[in-house]
């Protein structure tokens, strides 16, 4: 099974950029889809963005555009590059790792494996 760090966290303002990591052990990550949800205060956590095996990336509707999905095998080593981030970005920010069969999950159930989360904050 894999072991998944998420960092990169942290408090901007209004239209800042934060990168997130989601650094992997115990596997490489270049056979598993990673997935990245978010769960902001009081509600259920939410896709984000998720990379397969092949490199393929999909984007909830809310993002696209401003956020990117990429891997580095060579780290071990998933991204999520926020640009123009909103208040409405605010939640703690977990990646999630599936054994990839080559097509996209969007639930959170469908994906075993997961990192401790970190907090993403968005002042206006």
């Known amino acids: 099974q894999v072991q998944l760090v998420e960092s990169g966290g942290g408090l901007v303002q209004t239209g800042g950029s934060l990168r997130l990591s989601c650094a992997a052990s115990?596997?490489?990550?270049?056979?598993?889809?990673i997935g990245w949800f978010r769960q902001a205060p009081g509600k259920e956590q939410k896709f984000v963005a998720a990379?397969?095996?092949?490199?393929?990336?999909y984007h909830e509707d809310s993002v696209k555009g401003r956020f990117t999905i990429s891997r580095d095998n060579a780290k071990n080593t998933v991204y999520l590059q926020m640009n123009s981030l909103r208040p409405e970005d605010t939640a703690v920010y977990y990646c999630?790792?599936?054994?990839?069969?080559?097509?996209?999950?969007?639930?959170?159930?469908?994906?075993?494996?997961w990192g401790q989360g970190t907090q993403v904050t968005v002042s206006s």
């Open positions: 999630a790792a599936e054994g990839s069969t080559g097509v996209f999950r969007l639930l959170p159930q469908e994906y075993p494996y």
């Open positions: 115990g596997r490489t990550i270049d056979r598993y889809a």
């Open positions: 990379i397969i095996w092949n490199g393929e990336s």
